[in-house]
């Protein structure tokens, strides 16, 4: 168990709606990372948070938006969900958000139908 | 841009022997962090071992060690002595030099089977 926590574990939705994917980092840690893991694209970063800003943006599509909250949590806000969207999306997190290494969650397994 | 390449999609390796998963990474930064994960049939990925691109010893976590040659851009796994519950997934990651918007390319992948 990383300290990671992911919620939900499974989400199953349809083509046009909007769904919330929420992460707990480890106690401590103030960086949130978020990555999309797809069968055709592999694991992507999508973006960084370190104690309520953003820090860092990968390949993360204009209808996706996160936010870290002051508990330092994250969400993560997919909208106008396409079926190319279905993925696995993983939350990180670390202590500093340097060169430190990152602690996955379980995962949530998105299913767009 | 950073690149990080593996190329074996799948191994086989019998119970007890070690075995290496390889890796080669690209980058023009001099400073540069290197990782392995591990991700089971479950889909949990698990942090396994960290090589910075400026340490002088090769990384050893228990059964598992990194094999870094700067020179070759290469940092391959080795797994000593397998057991059944090695058999997953593994992927190779690298982080841009240190500050605060690490984050990690990942690699395609290996996928291992460790046979009784």
């Known amino acids: 168990d990383s300290g990671v926590t992911q919620t939900p574990k499974h989400l199953i939705t349809a083509t046009g709606q909007r769904v919330t994917l929420r992460c707990s980092p480890r106690?401590?840690?103030?960086?949130v990372y978020w990555y999309q893991q797809s069968l055709d694209q592999g694991l992507q970063f999508l973006i960084q948070?370190?104690?309520?800003?953003?820090?860092a943006k990968g390949n993360i599509l204009e209808r996706f938006s996160a936010q870290q909250f002051p508990d330092l949590h994250s969400e993560l806000n997919l909208s106008s969900l396409e079926l190319g969207d279905s993925a696995l999306y993983f939350c990180?997190?670390?202590?500093?958000?340097?060169?430190?290494?990152?602690?996955f969650g379980p995962g949530t397994r998105l299913t767009v139908t | 841009a950073q690149k990080i390449t593996q190329t074996q999609p799948g191994m086989f390796v019998q119970e007890k022997e070690a075995v290496t998963l390889d890796c080669t990474y690209d980058?023009?930064?001099?400073?540069?962090?290197l990782f392995w994960y591990k991700q089971p049939s479950s889909g949990e990925m698990i942090f396994l071992i960290y090589?910075?691109?400026?340490?002088?010893q090769n990384a050893t976590e228990g059964r598992y060690s990194l094999n870094f040659q700067k020179a070759r851009k290469s940092a391959n796994l080795v797994i000593s002595a397998s057991q059944l519950g090695d058999s997953a997934m593994y992927f190779c990651a690298m982080g841009p030099p240190g500050g605060s918007n690490y984050k990690l390319t990942f690699g395609k992948g290996t996928l291992l089977t460790v046979n009784p």
């Open positions: 990180a997190s670390s202590t500093s958000g340097g060169s430190d290494e990152q602690y």
């Open positions: 948070y370190y104690n309520g800003e953003e820090r």
């Open positions: 106690s401590g840690d103030l960086s």
């Open positions: 980058t023009s930064d001099p400073s540069y962090g």
């Open positions: 090589q910075g691109s400026y340490d002088q």
